[in-house]
């Protein structure tokens, strides 16, 4: 299985700010990555979030970035991909911030496709509930 492409959307919607523990959350905004594969499998990645300062406008094209180094890659190779592109960029890029981010739901869609292709759930892929 190959990843074929990957898309960046960004959602805003108005609501009431809210105040909470000292923070203002202003209006609803979320972050959702698409990871397609030549097998025809979607996975889908979301992040972001109300808070005020969070710039999710610069999500797309951290995305767009590493969407030429994912092409061609195999999507279940969840533990590859974070290091290549994780550990690898981080020198370019800066650690934590966008960056950080924008490989988490990335990251996100990947599991999600690994889950689809083997009929299971991700919190099945992660070890299920515990005692």
Same mark, same amino acid.
């Given at each position: 299985?190959?990843?074929? #492409?990957?898309?960046? *959307?960004?959602?805003?919607?108005?609501?009431?700010?809210?105040?909470?523990?000292?923070?203002?959350?202003?209006?609803?905004?979320?972050?959702?990555?698409?990871?397609?594969? #030549? *097998?025809?499998? /979607?996975?889908?990645?979301?992040?972001?979030?109300?808070?005020? /300062?969070?710039? =999710?406008?610069?999500?797309?094209?951290?995305? /767009?970035?590493?969407? #030429?180094? =994912?092409?061609?890659?195999?999507?279940? +190779?969840?533990?590859?991909?974070? +290091?290549?592109?994780? /550990?690898?960029?981080?020198?370019? =890029?800066?650690? $934590? $911030?966008?960056?950080?981010?924008?490989?988490?739901?990335?990251?996100?869609?990947?599991? #999600?496709?690994?889950?689809?292709? =083997?009929?299971?759930?991700?919190?099945?892929?992660?070890?299920?509930?515990?005692?």
């Amino acid at each position: 299985m190959k990843i074929i #492409d990957v898309t960046s *959307e960004v959602f805003e919607w108005e609501r009431p700010g809210i105040w909470n523990g000292g923070h203002f959350y202003g209006p609803g905004r979320l972050h959702k990555v698409t990871v397609k594969t #030549d *097998e025809g499998i /979607e996975g889908f990645g979301w992040n972001g979030g109300t808070a005020a /300062e969070r710039p =999710l406008n610069v999500f797309p094209p951290f995305v /767009e970035y590493f969407r #030429d180094l =994912l092409i061609g890659r195999d999507p279940t +190779e969840t533990r590859k991909i974070a +290091e290549d592109l994780g /550990e690898k960029h981080i020198k370019i =890029l800066g650690p $934590g $911030g966008v960056n950080t981010q924008v490989l988490a739901a990335i990251n996100i869609a990947c599991w #999600d496709i690994k889950g689809k292709a =083997l009929g299971k759930s991700v919190h099945q892929l992660l070890g299920g509930a515990q005692d």
